[in-house]
């Protein structure tokens, strides 16, 4: 008899599939949701984030925004939601160490839909328990780097903080970030191993230039995570989330970071802090839905160059 994984354990089939695809078992894409956000501050509903997100993508088309390539001709594994503990951050955040574990074990690339920001703290503690220490790429409004929020250690605030805690040395590299406290932003600058490309920085400079001075910044970086905080959109863009902030990157922006940034060292991803309550045209999750898209596309792309 087979034993028992943590996949097995935790995670329960969601009522439709991401895109509306079938699994493809030698996918090595698996997208997993996780509905939780019991840390939220301000606007709660990212629990309905995994739903929204995968019915929004069954209603885009399925083709590259960037490459004559579709989703379903690479094809993707939906594993459905991790069974998380409305109210208890550190059970739930085990319970993703455990699936995400799992997957990496499998040797695929989780892509995980939230939910609020925390749950990236979940699948850093896999990667480091097994072996990988990433470089992390978020593209978020915020830092997230403070030491506690509300009491909270362990919440969407502190997530980056615990995060680097947790990996040592590794570099960030952030896009979008405006908003942010003292603490933040002192922590930040005293970090080596932290770099900011502001929305003010893009005006000035230009994409381009801003994108080439990320790859200058990782480009000794063995692995690679993403992470989507769909706030770092300018809220016309993407208003359904847990905290807007106006002045953020644009969607051509966006996709245009992705389809230069993500390589062949791309381990991981997540994009969350969808609330579809105030999604008004589901405007946002269809953004984070294009934007898991193109992050597969791309890396698969990436890959196919690489072993050719």
């Given at each position: 008899?087979?034993?028992?994984?943590?996949?097995?354990?935790?995670?329960?089939?969601?009522?439709?599939?991401?895109?509306?695809?079938?699994?493809?078992?030698?996918?090595?894409?698996?997208?997993?949701?996780?509905?939780?956000?019991?840390?939220?501050?301000?606007?709660?509903?990212?629990?309905?984030?995994?739903?929204?997100?995968?019915?929004?993508?069954?209603?885009?088309?399925?083709?590259?925004?960037?490459?004559?390539?579709?989703?379903?001709?690479?094809?993707?594994?939906?594993?459905?939601?991790?069974?998380?503990?409305?109210?208890?951050?550190?059970?739930?955040?085990?319970?993703?160490?455990?699936?995400?574990?799992?997957?990496?074990?499998?040797?695929?690339?989780?892509?995980?839909?939230?939910?609020?920001?925390?749950?990236?703290?979940?699948?850093?503690?896999?990667?480091?328990?097994?072996?990988?220490?990433?470089?992390?790429?978020?593209?978020?409004?915020?830092?997230?780097?403070?030491?506690?929020?509300?009491?909270?250690?362990?919440?969407?605030?502190?997530?980056?903080?615990?995060?680097?805690?947790?990996?040592?040395?590794?570099?960030?590299?952030?896009?979008?970030?405006?908003?942010?406290?003292?603490?933040?932003k002192n922590y930040a600058?005293?970090?080596?191993?932290?770099?900011?490309?502001?929305?003010?920085?893009?005006?000035?400079?230009?994409?381009?230039?801003?994108?080439?001075?990320?790859?200058?910044?990782?480009?000794?970086?063995?692995?690679?995570?993403?992470?989507?905080?769909?706030?770092?959109?300018?809220?016309?863009?993407?208003?359904?989330?847990?905290?807007?902030?106006?002045?953020?990157?644009?969607?051509?922006?966006?996709?245009?970071?992705?389809?230069?940034?993500?390589?062949?060292?791309?381990?991981?991803?997540?994009?969350?802090?969808?609330?579809?309550?105030?999604d008004q045209g589901g405007?946002?999750?269809?953004?984070?839905?294009?934007?898991?898209?193109?992050?597969?596309?791309?890396?698969?792309?990436?890959?196919?160059?690489?072993?050719?």
């Amino acid at each position: 008899m087979r034993k028992l994984s943590l996949k097995d354990i935790y995670l329960t089939k969601s009522s439709k599939n991401y895109a509306g695809l079938e699994n493809n078992k030698n996918s090595r894409y698996e997208i997993i949701g996780v509905p939780f956000d019991s840390s939220t501050s301000y606007k709660p509903g990212t629990r309905f984030g995994p739903d929204a997100i995968r019915q929004a993508a069954s209603g885009l088309e399925s083709n590259s925004y960037f490459s004559d390539i579709y989703l379903e001709d690479i094809g993707i594994i939906d594993e459905g939601d991790v069974g998380i503990v409305i109210g208890d951050i550190n059970e739930t955040l085990n319970r993703i160490t455990g699936v995400i574990s799992d997957v990496i074990q499998e040797n695929k690339i989780p892509i995980m839909i939230g939910g609020e920001h925390t749950i990236t703290y979940g699948s850093m503690r896999a990667f480091k328990k097994q072996g990988i220490t990433p470089c992390l790429i978020v593209i978020d409004a915020h830092y997230d780097l403070r030491d506690e929020y509300l009491g909270l250690k362990n919440g969407h605030a502190s997530v980056m903080r615990r995060s680097l805690e947790l990996l040592g040395g590794t570099k960030i590299n952030y896009i979008g970030v405006r908003a942010y406290s003292k603490e933040e932003k002192n922590y930040a600058l005293s970090k080596n191993n932290i770099n900011t490309i502001k929305p003010s920085d893009i005006y000035k400079v230009g994409l381009i230039n801003a994108i080439n001075s990320v790859k200058k910044f990782l480009v000794d970086c063995k692995h690679i995570y993403l992470s989507i905080d769909m706030d770092g959109f300018d809220p016309s863009y993407a208003p359904g989330v847990g905290n807007p902030e106006p002045g953020g990157i644009t969607n051509i922006e966006g996709l245009t970071i992705i389809n230069q940034i993500v390589d062949e060292r791309l381990v991981g991803a997540d994009v969350v802090e969808v609330s579809p309550p105030y999604d008004q045209g589901g405007i946002t999750s269809s953004l984070a839905a294009k934007l898991i898209n193109e992050i597969i596309m791309k890396n698969y792309i990436s890959l196919s160059k690489k072993n050719s």
